[in-house]
Each structure stands twice: as structure tokens, then as C-alpha cells.
């Protein structure tokens, strides 16, 4: 079992730049794949980005290819969402998620641990 606490969210203009983490705690965190997802008020949650355990390969959802970067730094157990050039769009509550996976990306759908979430606003 692995838990997600997710920090860093806030209020920033269009155009502004914030840096999500995630703190796990529990096994090895380096056998997880891990992601973040977002849900805005009145929609599905959808998918934003992942990273594998190595923290070689990513994959991310087309909306926010070329302005988040998914990283992360297994000596602190801690995945981070580098996110800039911020729409009014991408306003919405962004969660953790993490998969057991040593070696490449779970399926978008695997992922069976999650943070609370913590809330993106961005004005316009």
C-alpha cells in the first residue's frame, strides 16, 4: 500500500506557472508508475500525465503537451507537475495516482491509489 498527500496548488493568473508534488509514503516508491489526473466542477476526471518508476519515459494528454512536465525524484519519494503557460481551462482539482509497475506505463485506467486532490485555479 502507498499514500498520496498532494500540495502546492493555488490561484495564478493566465499565462503564471505552478509547481503540484506529491509525497508518497509506504512501499518502494520506484516500483510505482505514477500520474496525475484532474477533474474540473461538472466532468469526468481525465488523464494528465504519467511517468515510469525509473523516471525515463512519460506520456501526456495532448491539451498539455508542450506546457507540463511530469518529473519526479525517487530519493524523496516525491512526483511533481511542472505546469506553465496556465489556461482558465485547466482549472480544476488535480490528483496523484500511482500503479505497482517496475517496468513501463500502466494502462490509463490501472491506477488504484490516490491523493485527495488539491485545487488549480487559474484566472483570466
Known amino acids: 500500500q502507498v499514500q498520496l498527500v498532494e500540495s502546492g496548488g493555488g490561484l495564478v493568473q493566465a499565462g503564471g506557472s505552478l509547481r503540484l508534488s506529491c509525497a508518497a509514503s509506504?512501499?518502494?516508491?520506484?516500483?510505482?508508475?505514477m500520474a496525475w489526473f484532474r477533474q474540473a466542477p461538472g466532468k469526468e476526471r481525465e488523464f494528465v500525465a504519467a511517468?515510469?518508476?525509473?523516471?525515463?519515459?512519460?506520456d501526456y494528454t495532448n491539451s498539455v503537451k508542450g506546457r507540463f512536465t511530469i518529473s519526479r525524484d525517487n530519493a524523496k519519494s516525491t512526483v511533481y507537475l511542472q505546469m506553465n503557460s496556465l489556461k482558465p481551462e485547466d482549472t480544476a482539482v488535480y490528483y496523484c495516482?500511482?500503479?505497482?509497475?517496475?517496468?513501463?506505463?500502466?494502462?490509463?485506467?490501472?491506477?488504484?491509489?490516490w491523493g485527495q486532490g488539491t485545487q488549480v485555479t487559474v484566472s483570466s
Open positions: 495516482a500511482a500503479r505497482q509497475k517496475i517496468f513501463g506505463l500502466p494502462s490509463r485506467l490501472e491506477y488504484d491509489y
Open positions: 509506504g512501499r518502494t516508491f520506484s516500483n510505482y508508475a
Open positions: 511517468i515510469k518508476g525509473s523516471g525515463i519515459g512519460t
